[in-house]
T-cell receptor, first 113, second 115 residues
């Protein structure tokens, strides 16, 4: 059990560019979540997968955001046409079906300049 | 709409003292209340959690007190140590009997333990 892995750890991009983040959940965890955390705030829910199905999306997830989880394993979060307001830590968490505990990765810190 | 309110925003405690962080919630459907600890540059780590059918849960130096009627819960850190210096988040979720669900987090408390 190597924990939830997120890549890259840091990303600096110019406004208007597209970025993609990857999350590898704990092995055999069928639920995967994406959260966004801005400086000095608690994480905010973005979206949630059970296996490969995306079951819920927050209003925070604008049309520029898309998440996928092909084959129910790793997940990607893509942000198109990045804006300065997208600068944040993007966190991924996973959990095992039927269990309440969710385990977080170390996050990807995005800076849009 | 802020569903979980956390206080204080920051807290300074002397080594060996008791650290107390409070949270209040609005949604009576919440049925699982975890606390997370976060160090700079790291993701949140699950510390301790409670369900509303008990009023207190203790794990080592960490205790959650839960008041269902007041819709409040708190984290107590006994014998606080410099290594406990971190940001603490309370959270809540509903429908947890079906497994982990999305979490609603408080705003966080930056705890500093002075040696």
């Amino acid at each position: 059990d190597t924990g939830v892995s997120q890549n890259p750890r840091h990303k600096i991009t110019k406004r208007g560019q597209n970025v993609t983040f990857r999350c590898d959940p704990i092995s055999e965890h069928n639920r995967l979540y994406w959260y966004r955390q801005t400086l000095g705030q608690g994480p905010e829910f973005l979206t949630y997968f059970q296996n490969e199905a995306q079951l819920e999306k927050s209003r925070l997830l604008s049309d520029r955001f898309s998440a996928e989880r092909p084959k129910g394993s790793f997940s990607t979060l893509e942000i198109q046409r990045t804006e300065q307001g997208d600068s944040a830590m993007y966190l991924c968490a996973s959990s095992s079906g039927g269990r309440t505990e969710a385990f977080f990765g170390q996050g990807t810190r995005l800076t849009v300049v | 709409q802020q569903q979980v309110k956390q206080s204080p925003q920051s807290l300074i405690v002397q080594k060996g003292g008791i650290s107390i962080i409070n949270c209040a919630y609005e949604n009576t459907a919440f049925d699982y209340f975890p606390w997370y600890q976060q160090f700079p540059g790291k993701g949140p780590a699950l510390l301790i959690a409670i369900r509303p059918d008990v009023s207190e849960k203790k794990e080592g130096r960490f205790t959650i007190s839960f008041n269902k009627s007041a819709k409040q819960f708190s984290l107590h850190i006994m014998d606080s140590q410099p290594g406990d210096s971190a940001t603490y988040f309370c959270a809540a979720t509903s429908g947890s009997i079906q497994g982990a669900q999305k979490l609603v987090f408080g705003q966080g408390t930056r705890l500093t333990i002075n040696p």
